[in-house]
């Protein structure tokens, strides 16, 4: 997928989104074919993108979706068809912006987001729109820029709360402001947002759509293992970690549990456990060519200069500087 070409579609379907609707033509066909099948189309897509160890093999599919989607919303005219093809531009666009994540593009990532909040919010749905908010907060938390990501949680946090309380909206946005709190250093914030992502789990079985929303509280266990790594609490990290592992992960998620365990090994002088761990995701990056894996050995690489005396670590440290880090 030419990122110049996404970034043209992008600007493009903004404008349709923002402008009104039109009565002067009937429904053209590519609206009929869209509210007919387009969700469906776009739940595949999702379910195609988690189950992929990499990532980019999913391009071509939503780079064909993503003009279907642009025409339709050429053709939208009456009131509700432009609200359902605005919701589900929403949808794609936050699925445009995990492609970018995964590729180490945050800027371009964060524009998709952009555009997935306008939509969702020109479609009247507001938990979509509060998943675009947090997943443009997990950009800029993972471009090390914490402070900036809390503005934005604090937004999806107040747009939650107007969407239905049976989805997991609301809890996903707590789990991802106890990371931010935790790179804040914030322990207080960081628990209070804890437990509150927590209260997940007594939601039902349809609190999540496999899609835009994920969050079903099996990933809290790495989460706290994330917060407490962060916060220096190398004992409850690890029993935390320990527990994400014996679960069963995607690939981005086993190799982030397993290079946060790398990281603590660093942070305990172990060797042995440093170089078990990234062995492993080393080779998760090279299945998956993930970028955001690559980004996570980054962080793991920045622990290890007590360490490069050690022949073993000097090698992995090399291996990892050899990485490409975008998909």
Same mark, same amino acid.
């Given at each position: 997928?030419?990122?110049?070409?996404?970034?043209?579609?992008?600007?493009?379907?903004?404008?349709?989104?923002?402008?009104?609707?039109?009565?002067?033509?009937?429904?053209?066909?590519?609206?009929?074919?869209?509210?007919?099948?387009?969700?469906?189309?776009?739940?595949?897509?999702?379910?195609?993108?988690?189950?992929?160890?990499?990532?980019?093999?999913?391009?071509?599919?939503?780079?064909?979706?993503?003009?279907?989607?642009?025409?339709?919303?050429?053709?939208?005219?009456?009131?509700?068809?432009?609200?359902?093809?605005?919701?589900?531009?929403?949808?794609?666009?936050?699925?445009?912006?995990?492609?970018?994540?995964?590729?180490? #593009?945050?800027?371009? &990532? %964060? +524009?998709?987001?952009?555009? !997935? @909040?306008?939509?969702?919010?020109?479609? *009247? $749905?507001?938990? /979509?729109?509060?998943?675009?908010?947090?997943?443009?907060?997990?950009?800029?938390?993972?471009? #090390?820029?914490?402070? &900036? %990501? +809390?503005?934005?949680?604090? !937004? @999806?946090?107040?747009?939650?709360?107007? *969407? $239905?309380?049976? /989805?997991?909206?609301?809890?996903?946005?707590?789990?991802?402001?106890?990371?931010?709190?935790?790179?804040?250093?914030?322990?207080?914030?960081?628990?209070?947002?804890?437990?509150?992502?927590?209260?997940?789990?007594?939601?039902?079985?349809?609190?999540?759509?496999?899609?835009?929303?994920?969050?079903?509280?099996?990933?809290?266990?790495?989460?706290?293992?994330?917060?407490?790594?962060?916060?220096?609490?190398?004992?409850?990290?690890?029993?935390?970690?320990?527990?994400?592992?014996?679960?069963?992960?995607?690939?981005?998620?086993?190799?982030?549990?397993?290079?946060?365990?790398?990281?603590?090994?660093?942070?305990?002088?172990?060797?042995?456990?440093?170089?078990?761990?990234?062995?492993?995701?080393?080779?998760?990056?090279?299945?998956?060519?993930?970028?955001?894996?690559?980004?996570?050995?980054?962080?793991?690489?920045?622990?290890?200069?007590?360490?490069?005396?050690?022949?073993?670590?000097?090698?992995?440290?090399?291996?990892?500087?050899?990485?490409?880090?975008?998909?």
């Amino acid at each position: 997928m030419k990122r110049r070409d996404v970034l043209g579609l992008l600007a493009v379907t903004g404008a349709l989104v923002t402008l009104p609707g039109s009565d002067e033509a009937p429904r053209g066909h590519t609206v009929a074919a869209l509210l007919e099948t387009g969700e469906e189309s776009h739940r595949s897509l999702w379910q195609v993108f988690t189950l992929s160890d990499s990532k980019p093999t999913v391009f071509p599919a939503v780079r064909k979706q993503l003009d279907v989607l642009t025409n339709g919303l050429a053709e939208a005219r009456t009131a509700a068809d432009r609200a359902r093809l605005c919701t589900m531009t929403a949808d794609l666009y936050q699925l445009v912006g995990e492609l970018f994540f995964d590729a180490n #593009r945050y800027t371009d &990532a %964060a +524009q998709c987001y952009t555009l !997935a @909040a306008n939509a969702a919010h020109a479609g *009247g $749905d507001y938990d /979509l729109w509060a998943c675009a908010m947090t997943r443009h907060a997990y950009v800029e938390l993972y471009a #090390r820029r914490a402070p &900036a %990501a +809390q503005p934005l949680l604090a !937004a @999806a946090s107040r747009i939650a709360r107007r *969407g $239905d309380s049976a /989805l997991s909206t609301r809890h996903w946005v707590a789990a991802v402001q106890a990371q931010v709190c935790a790179a804040m250093g914030d322990i207080d914030g960081c628990a209070r947002a804890l437990d509150e992502s927590e209260k997940v789990n007594s939601l039902d079985g349809h609190s999540h759509n496999g899609g835009w929303l994920r969050f079903d509280g099996s990933r809290l266990p790495e989460e706290r293992g994330a917060c407490y790594l962060r916060l220096g609490r190398p004992d409850l990290a690890e029993d935390a970690l320990t527990a994400a592992l014996a679960q069963p992960l995607s690939l981005r998620r086993r190799a982030a549990v397993l290079s946060d365990l790398a990281v603590l090994g660093a942070h305990r002088r172990d060797v042995d456990q440093v170089v078990h761990h990234a062995e492993a995701v080393l080779s998760l990056a090279d299945r998956s060519n993930s970028g955001f894996i690559g980004k996570k050995l980054d962080g793991l690489r920045g622990r290890l200069a007590p360490l490069v005396s050690d022949g073993r670590v000097s090698d992995l440290d090399q291996r990892i500087a050899a990485l490409s880090r975008t998909a």
